[in-house]
């Protein structure tokens, strides 16, 4: 779809699929509405009055389809607030009111994205989703997942990755030092000392490949693995005194202590490793979850404007 609307020079292009489910003779009706002059994208819409999905195969899609566009609209008050189906997959958009380089799709819910990603003004005009005449319906599970991670990336960015990647690290260093303190009958500096560093390698593959893939660029792996290793062992370094002071000072087990002294950091080491460690790829690509949402802060540390 983006490389259809940047390789267009009209002032409105169309989305639909082809398999008839989206009535082809709408289309005067949204380029119309559109042409008003009322608003930036005209969405063809299920639930609007006069709509329909009818073309929905069992009362299980139904249900999901409702309720993927209940968690979306929950998650984008704002910016789908005037959109009562921004699953569908048939609308129109004026091409100079979106920012194409800022769409980063992901399977088929493309106005999801257009929507999340660009102020817009949306206007709706009721359509009944037809029967499906012949192939299989896209919508799987694989989809569904897909969709859940499309929607954390548009509200969450590239933090929320970074997030998962991090509790589960987390959870790892803790037991591994559970491990050798309760099972090998180690110190718990030691203990930490040792989680730590196998963590930290870990993280920095895991991170590698599912949070700043595309900010690679610029320099080897192991340029960015000593950058990512050295501050987070210098970070660990620092943190250990406070391990020591609470274990000792306290009565919190040394397991709970290294828990809080770890989520303490967490912001730290986000915000390092996307201005520092892939700053090289940053000035290479346009990072995907840059982009500003519904005010607050963005997915990489900086602010987000309305």
């Known amino acids: 779809m983006v490389e259809g609307f940047q390789a267009s020079d009209a002032d409105w292009c169309l989305v639909m699929d082809g398999d008839l489910q989206h009535p082809p003779e709408l289309i005067p009706r949204l380029l119309e509405r559109g042409e008003r002059g009322d608003g930036d994208v005209v ?25 993927s566009i209940a968690v979306a609209r929950a998650m984008f008050p704002v910016r789908l607030r ?6 569908t997959g048939f609308f129109a958009v004026r091409r100079s009111a979106v920012d194409l380089a800022a769409l980063r799709p992901r399977g088929f819910k493309i106005l999801l994205e257009v929507l999340t990603r660009n102020k817009v003004a949306v ?8 029967e499906r005449f012949a192939g299989d319906s896209k919508a799987n599970l694989r989809q569904g997942l897909s969709f859940l991670h499309q929607l954390a990336s548009l509200r969450f960015g ?15 260093n803790l037991a591994i030092m559970a491990g050798l303190i309760h099972g090998l009958g180690e110190g718990y500096v030691l203990a930490a000392i040792v989680a730590a560093a196998v963590t930290i390698t ?22 960015r ?15 250990l005194p406070f391990l020591v002071w609470i274990v000792e ?21 986000f915000v390092f490793h996307s201005r520092v460690v892939y700053r090289r790829g940053r000035a290479l690509a346009r990072v995907e979850d840059d982009v500003p949402l519904e005010g607050g802060v963005s997915s990489d540390g900086g602010p987000r404007v309305q």
């Open 202 to 223: 870990i993280n920095f593959l895991l991170q590698e490949r599912f949070v700043f893939h595309d900010l690679r660029q610029g320099r080897s792996v192991w340029g």
């Open 249 to 269: 000072a306290t009565t919190i087990p040394p397991v709970v202590a290294q828990a809080v002294t770890i989520a303490v950091a967490f912001v730290l080491r």
């Open 225 to 239: 693995f000593a950058e990512s290793a050295g501050f987070n062992a210098t970070e660990a370094a620092i943190r």
């Open 43 to 67: 969405v063809a819409s299920r639930y609007v009055g006069g709509g329909g999905a009818d073309g929905l195969s069992s009362w299980v899609r139904h249900v999901v389809s409702r309720s």
């Open 82 to 87: 005037d959109c009562t189906d921004p699953m």
């Open 158 to 172: 590239r933090m929320s990755r970074f997030a998962i990647i991090g509790g589960f690290g987390a959870v790892l």
């Open 123 to 130: 206007v709706e005009e009721p359509f009944v989703f037809g």
